[in-house]
């Protein structure tokens, strides 16, 4: 197999998606993106989507799928479809490793963090605490090769895509206009499954996007450094792309993005007047203006409003 095979209808017409990662409730941040999403999807006519990104399984929280989805029926956001579960799609993504090897572009890794830190620091790359470190190229072969199924199967170590020389990727983002990354040059050659033999989001995401033809991807803007990466795997297992909008990020008091990590706290959705405040929230950082404030709305009009509100113009 030398590619994997489009999707196999691709379904005409506009489908997006909500796809958190089940290590908490949402937070004011995921509703935002929730909301976003869903509000581009009924605005445009078309379906969302709800696919639960529960492949980190060491960073999952066993019953937040669960507590997500009530949270997003609380607050009027149905899906379409029934909802998809990452860690049930594994074939998928073996599929897509498999046929990235047949192309030749894989190679496997043995590098630490800290190996890969020693390696940057010894060529004076001094990488920040939280920022993401660019792969020195380490285990790269000289000449890169197709694995056995065997030696592919080897979850002892890490397996990553080989990029080719300069591979800039540049798009134009439906919210923040034109971008521009060098792979090569400001991530390197990225990891597909870790050294625990889990696939990595990056692989997954794509692999799941193309499987669900979503055409349409509205998500945080905390993910826009990972759409080039996500471009790149489409381009060379011959997916089509979606086109993306990444939505402002709701920032804590200190500045920083909100996420379980942070603590934030879990939107309020036991009642029908609090799903609604949050919703209202949600909306006005959207930046909706003119929407109904009265007490006595139901959360359906108040969607109904919304959904108008939002400006689209693709
Ligand atoms: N699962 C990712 C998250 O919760 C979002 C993935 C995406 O929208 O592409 O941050």
Redesign the pocket.
């Known amino acids: 197999m030398s590619k994997l095979k489009n999707p196999p209808s691709q379904p005409v017409g506009y489908r997006g998606r909500f ?3 089940p290590t908490g409730p949402l937070h004011a941040g ?1 509703l935002v ?1 929730a909301l976003g999403s869903w509000l581009d999807a009924r605005k445009n006519g078309g379906r969302w989507l709800l696919r639960i ?1 529960d492949l980190d399984t060491p960073r999952c929280i066993p019953g937040a799928d669960q507590q997500i989805q009530a949270q997003l029926l609380a607050c009027g956001l149905n899906w379409d479809e029934e909802s998809s579960w990452q860690s049930e799609r594994q074939d998928g993504y073996q599929k897509a490793l498999e046929a990235l090897n047949t192309l030749q572009l894989l190679y496997p890794c043995s590098c630490s963090r800290q190996t890969i830190a020693q390696t940057l620091a010894q060529r004076g790359i001094q990488t920040g605490r939280n920022q993401e470190m660019i792969y020195p190229g380490t285990c790269r072969p000289a000449q890169l090769k197709s694995y056995s199924s065997n030696e592919l199967e080897n979850t002892q170590l890490a397996w990553r895509l080989a990029l080719p020389p300069n591979c800039e990727i540049t798009f134009e983002d439906l919210a923040l206009g034109s971008q521009k990354q060098n792979l090569t040059q400001e991530v390197g050659d990225f990891v597909l499954r870790r050294n625990d033999g889990l696939f990595t ?1 990056q692989l997954a ?1 794509v692999v799941d996007d193309a499987l669900q033809g979503i055409t349409h ?1 509205v ?2 803007a ?2 826009l450094s990972n759409t080039a990466r996500q471009m790149h795997i489409q381009n060379v297992l011959g997916f089509k792309t979606p086109s993306y909008r990444h939505l402002p990020l709701v920032l804590d008091e200190h500045g920083e993005k909100l996420s379980k990590q942070t603590l934030a706290t879990q939107i309020q959705t036991q009642t029908a007047k609090e799903a609604l405040a949050e919703l209202r929230k949600a909306g006005k950082h959207l930046g909706l203006k003119d929407l109904p404030d009265g007490e006595n709305i139901t959360i359906s009009e108040w969607l109904l409003a919304a959904t108008q509100a939002w400006e689209v113009d693709y």
């Open positions: 796809a958190p990662s995921s993106a990104e989001y995401v991807i998500r945080g905390d993910l």
